[in-house]
């Protein structure tokens, strides 16, 4: 394939972060699949063995629980040095915050909750109820459905269920009053139980009534089911002895739903549009289990391969985001484009460092 190109909202948004990291002398990428670890050295002025007696490359192997004693292979490139070591066994969790099994604010962790207000400055209260009358229950995976067909001989014993469902939006699992559906990313709360006072809905999308801070979605069966899906990373919450808990982060939700797709359908392209233009991107998960150091810390990385818009092949996903995440996401990709600079490869590629 040729060299695909952003699109311009994407390069808008890399022009938006001009100033490369500079400062950053050494970069390390920890490969736990393969038990490999790099770090670049981005000062050519040095030796090999200068360099293993340096605090920052000493700082980077403390972190690993079982020393690296071996010898590292040294190669000098036109910008930079290389240091790899092989078979590094580790014990460094390093994706911990990206597991499927710990998802953010499930119900057992809203349950007992007071209130659910807007992350906006506005700090809205969401909640008509009184909150110690809402029970919480955990959603299955969105792509639960698909595994039907792993349960089903005849494809007819859960046509009950599956019929009612395809009738509404999204396949959802509405919830009863005074219920909340918990889903990966979303709240899932009958009409009834909101302050709908404090909202604006406008076609489908539900915000502030205030300063328009997009919330989540106003989703609708066609006859008596209404409900709101209201998005983690859009809400904050107040516990049970009154103290106030941001939601997590958008792109953290977003990740884990590239894991949760990655582990239903092993597909990982995707086509991720933003509902208020035409823009799409076409991106390709290329990787979920690799960790970069920039200073102190490994943090958990993905990259993207950038797919042409006319790629026909293959199954894409899609994901519609609100203006505002799609401008988070591309965000993301230019912080982490400008954090990566210099290292050979990752710079071709479209990342987030989370
Ligand atoms: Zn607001």
Same mark, same amino acid.
């Given at each position: 394939m040729n060299q695909a190109r952003p699109s311009s909202e994407l390069e808008k948004a890399f022009d938006a972060f001009? @100033?490369? @990291? &500079?400062?950053?002398a050494m970069k390390a990428v920890w490969l736990p699949r393969v038990h490999s670890l790099n770090i670049f050295v981005f000062d050519q002025c040095t030796t090999l063995d200068e360099l293993l007696q340096s605090k920052d490359v000493n700082d980077i192997l403390d972190q690993f629980s079982r020393s690296i004693d071996t010898r590292p292979s040294f190669k000098r490139y036109s910008s930079y040095n290389l240091l790899t070591w092989i078979n590094v066994e580790s $014990? %460094?969790?390093? &994706?911990s915050d990206y597991d499927l099994e710990d998802i953010p604010w499930k119900a057992s962790v809203l349950s007992g909750f007071k209130d659910l207000l807007s992350s906006c400055n506005c700090r809205l209260s969401l909640l008509k109820v009184q909150s110690d009358l809402v029970s919480t229950k955990d959603l299955p995976s969105k792509h639960w459905m698909e595994l039907l067909d792993c349960w089903s001989c005849h494809n007819s014993e859960f046509t009950v269920i599956t019929n009612k469902l395809n009738m509404q939006t999204e396949n959802l699992i509405m919830p009863a009053l005074n219920t909340f559906h918990i889903g990966l990313d979303f709240i899932l709360a009958p009409l $009834? +139980?909101? +302050? %709908? $006072?404090v909202l604006d809905i406008e076609n489908e999308n539900v915000s502030c009534h205030k300063c328009r801070f997009y919330i989540g979605k106003h989703i609708s069966n066609g006859q008596d089911a209404n409900c709101m899906k209201m998005y983690k990373s859009s809400v904050s919450l107040i516990d049970r002895e009154g103290f106030e808990e941001e939601g997590p982060s958008f792109i953290k939700m977003f990740m884990l739903q590239m894991l949760e797709y990655i582990e239903s359908h092993h597909t990982f392209r995707f086509i991720i549009s933003s509902e208020e233009g035409h823009t799409e991107l076409y991106l390709w998960l290329v990787n979920w289990q690799e960790n970069i150091c920039l200073g102190s810390r490994f943090r958990p990385i993905f990259h993207f391969k950038y797919l042409e818009n006319d790629v026909e092949t293959g199954d894409y996903e899609r994901i519609h985001l609100p203006a505002s995440q799609y401008v988070e996401l591309l965000n993301g990709f230019a912080e982490s484009r400008k954090l990566l600079d210099g290292i050979p490869m990752l710079d071709k590629m479209y990342s987030l460092i989370l």
């Open positions: 001009p @100033d490369r @990291d &500079s400062q950053g $014990e %460094l969790v390093i &994706s $009834e +139980n909101l +302050n %709908l $006072e």
